[in-house]
């Protein structure tokens, strides 16, 4: 049997531009989804998009120290 997880919402208000809300209206209708299933889905990609670039460049700066560090070295590999 499937355990179902129940998923705590929070009511909000927000005003956006029209063209904007026009455009998310059409693709729920496209998608045969709800406007606010289009809203969260929109949300969570912008979240997840975020948070990864944010790793990028934790790991871009750790690559760049690296890159310093060994600088020397790089050198003496290319010869």
């Known amino acids: ?16 531009e029209l063209p904007l809300l026009n455009a998310i209206e059409n693709i729920a209708q496209n998608e045969k989804i709800s406007v606010q299933a289009t809203l969260e889905k ?25 890159l310093s560090k060994n600088h020397r070295l790089g050198e003496l590999l290319a010869k």
């Open 1 to 16: 049997m499937q355990e179902t997880t129940t998923i705590k919402r929070q009511t909000i208000s927000i005003s956006i």
């Open 42 to 66: 929109a949300l969570r990609n912008f979240v997840e998009q975020t948070n990864s670039q944010s790793v990028r460049q934790n790991v871009m700066e750790h690559f760049n120290a690296s």
